[in-house]
């Protein structure tokens, strides 16, 4: 599977952000598809993840409720719809792949993406 993400930039706190990612290379029926982000120094984290075909989703508890995770089919695209940016949020954010389930730890899923940066100013 190929991963291009996009859409990341430099915005102030408070602003909205939408990143894509554009899936090619298989069928998608058996597939996840999720969003991590890694902070310079830390880890890289779980953001969020949508099961392709039933469209369920799970989302880190911290960003509840200000990101979201949405995808398009006809575009075989996945979204991160990032509201209420806060300087915190600054981080590389990658889109990720991996069959069947949606796992939160990275070493789990095998395709990645190349990262798009995310730079929140206060």
């Known amino acids: 599977v190929q991963l291009q993400a996009s859409g990341g930039g430099l915005v102030q706190a408070g602003d909205s952000l939408r990143l894509s990612c554009v899936a090619s290379?298989?069928?998608?029926?058996?597939?996840?598809l999720g969003w991590f982000r890694q902070a310079p120094g830390k880890a890289r984290e779980f953001v969020a993840a949508?099961?392709?075909?039933?469209?369920?989703?799970a989302h880190t508890n911290s960003l509840k409720g200000r990101f979201s995770i949405s995808r398009d089919n006809s575009k075989n695209t996945v979204y991160l719809q990032m509201n209420s940016l806060k300087p915190e949020d600054t981080a590389v954010y990658y889109c990720?792949?991996?069959?069947?389930?949606?796992?939160?730890?990275?070493?789990?899923?095998?395709?990645w993406g190349q990262g798009t940066q995310v730079t929140v100013s206060s």
């Open positions: 949508i099961k392709w075909v039933s469209r369920n989703t």
């Open positions: 290379g298989r069928t998608f029926s058996d597939y996840v």
């Open positions: 990720a792949g991996r069959p069947f389930t949606i796992v939160t730890t990275p070493e789990s899923w095998d395709s």
